[in-house]
């Protein structure tokens, strides 16, 4: 099993475990970021999106559940920096606007 997807099932069963029924975890073969895996995106309609790197697939899942809810919580998707997570804090990729509206 490839590391990226332990991290996924580890946060599938996160989710499952604390009734995060509001979020859809969406795998994607390739990200293409190769050199920095694993990497998770946050996106949802109206809110930033933010793209989460090098992160660990055995110990990220904790903080990457904590900044779900804050995601989630977040009208605008952007949590405070000071209240997210270190492994949020310190694996930031990128940070994208949200997308355009459509008609």
Request: charged share 15%; net charge positive; with cysteine.
């Amino acid at each position: 099993m490839s590391e990226g997807q332990f991290l996924f099932n580890q946060l599938q069963d996160g989710l499952e475990t604390s009734n995060k029924a509001c979020i859809r975890l969406q795998p994607v073969r390739c990200m293409g970021a190769c050199d920095r895996a694993c990497v998770v995106a946050f996106t949802a309609p109206y809110k930033l999106t933010f793209i989460l790197s090098q992160l660990s697939p055995s110990n990220s899942v904790p903080d990457l559940l904590e900044f779900s809810r804050q995601y989630i919580t977040a009208s605008d998707g952007k949590a405070p920096y000071k209240d997210r997570p270190a492994t949020v804090k310190q694996n930031i990729h990128a940070v994208l606007p949200p997308l355009p509206n459509q008609p």
